[in-house]
């Protein structure tokens, strides 16, 4: 069974900056699609980023793009999401998953704890 933890959230200012890490285990790291989801209070779950494995091509929602960037370490079984001006809608427990192929969609029912990422103003 896949693991998936998450890390590097916290408190930062809007117009600041932040790295998150997702380590996994117990699966075939480098030839999943990988993404990084993120929920509000209050909302659903919804898409952010997602990765390729072999030629790392990236997907982000519309809200992020040119602020964030995903990027991988298949030799550490890790996903990264660095985050730049961070705005306060940006609020919100991000969580890593495998993603289904030609869909913005997790694959892995299961979910790690994810990470908290609070943007003051």
């Known amino acids: 069974q896949v693991q998936l933890v998450e890390s590097g959230g916290g408190l930062v200012q809007a117009g600041g900056s932040l790295r998150l890490s997702c380590t996994t285990s117990?699966?075939?790291?480098?030839?999943?699609?990988m993404g990084w989801f993120r929920q509000a209070p209050g909302k659903e779950r919804e898409f952010v980023a997602k990765?390729?494995?072999?030629?790392?091509?990236?997907t982000y929602a519309d809200s992020v793009k040119g602020r964030f960037t995903i990027s991988r370490d298949n030799a550490k079984n890790t996903v990264y999401l660095q985050m730049n001006s961070l705005k306060p809608e940006d609020t919100a427990v991000y969580y890593c998953?495998?993603?289904?192929?030609?869909?913005?969609?997790?694959?892995?029912?299961?979910w790690g704890q994810g990470t908290q990422v609070t943007v003051s103003s």
């Open positions: 990765i390729t494995s072999s030629t790392s091509s990236t």
């Open positions: 998953n495998r993603v289904v192929p030609y869909t913005l969609k997790a694959y892995f029912g299961c």
């Open positions: 117990g699966g075939t790291f480098s030839t999943y699609i």
